[in-house]
């Protein structure tokens, strides 16, 4: 299934055909009747990134960010511009203990917040109004790599976005029109909001943290 599949799954699965030392592959999909019959290897590696190519093309149009610029917090939910004037007064310094003042209230708890670990933005809070996953993943969401939600795609397409913020270290506001998956439900839900997205220093390390919050 190439719409869900991930690409380390892809990966892990033609490095175990090319270690068995076989050719010939069988594929089938759950929509077509016919199996596909693929001769060689290499033939099979260039189908797996042509469907791979072509879903995410697919996918892609699921999920549209457009930038705002910052002046228009002004004019935005109260709840991000009070979010925003908490990282000018901090410094951009995380205190978890302050933070806790702001966010809960003001912004119903949809927070995520992720670090860069060996190299991979890691989710180290997640907020309990983040709720389009459910409780069971968000309790068990702390230590994954961003990109590992239930709908990888928007994973992957939001863990981008934080990877920018993370590079420019400057704030970003985005509106977001989105489509996600929600396996667990095997439905999928049509989201409209606002993010804010804050680059923080880490006491002690001066690591960087990153501060996503959203209004719908």
Known sequence: RSETVSQTSIAAALYCLADMGIERTVISHPDQFVEKLIPSLAQTIAYFAEQTAASHHKTSRA??????????????????????????????????????????????????????????????????????????????????PMEEQPDYNYGQWVQGIYRRVQETRLPRLDEVNATIRRPDRN??????????????????????????????
């Open 187 to 216: 439905d999928s839900i049509r989201c409209h909001y606002r993010r804010l997205i804050l680059p923080f220093t880490c006491k002690g390390n001066g690591g960087t943290s990153l501060l996503g919050a959203s209004v719908f």
């Open 63 to 144: 999920f549209t960010g457009r930038e705002l610029p910052l002046e228009m917090l002004a004019s935005a939910d109260k709840a991000l511009t009070s979010l925003f004037a908490h990282w000018i007064d901090s410094k951009q310094v995380y205190d978890s203990a302050k933070l806790a003042d702001v966010l809960p209230d003001s912004l119903l708890g949809r927070f995520m917040l992720v670090e860069p670990v060996d190299g991979r933005l890691t989710i180290t809070d997640v907020g309990p109004g983040f709720e389009i996953f459910g409780e069971t993943w968000r309790k068990n969401a702390r230590g994954l």
